[in-house]
């Protein structure tokens, strides 16, 4: 099982980018996929989830209406698309896959079964 986000960077604040977690060894169209970060000197949290078939998705408030979540299951690959960037974002991005068949809402980030490395997002002020 392989787990790899990738996009990350230096931008500034306003500025945009779109983060991909790709995939292998497991069967991607039956997880729900969640992105998690984690700022320096935090805990790591939950920032969006969504469904197996792309159609449900949860945003945590921080992110809501700045980031859009999206998946590809015929390239098993996830997508955080992320835009009007705060340097409160600054974390290390992490994507990970849960095969508990929960509803994509904030109950969908507990119990994941398979993790990714992460990706460093770094916004400047």
């Known amino acids: 099982v392989q787990l790899q986000a990738s996009g990350g960077g230096l931008v500034q604040a306003g500025g945009s980018l779109r983060l991909s977690c790709t995939t292998s060894g497991f069967t991607f169209e039956y997880y729900n996929m969640v992105w998690f970060r984690q700022a320096p000197g935090k805990e790591r949290e939950g920032v969006s989830c969504i469904g197996t078939r792309g159609t449900s998705t949860h945003y945590v408030d921080s992110v809501k209406g700045r980031f859009t979540i999206s998946r590809d299951n015929a390239k098993k690959t996830l997508y955080l698309q992320m835009d009007s960037l705060k340097p409160e974002d600054t974390a290390v991005y992490y994507c990970?896959?849960?095969?508990?068949?929960?509803?994509?809402?904030?109950?969908?980030?507990?119990?994941?079964?398979?993790w990714g490395k992460g990706t460093l997002v770094t916004v400047s002020s």
């Open positions: 990970a896959a849960d095969l508990s068949g929960i509803p994509a809402d904030q109950r969908c980030y507990s119990g994941m079964d398979y």
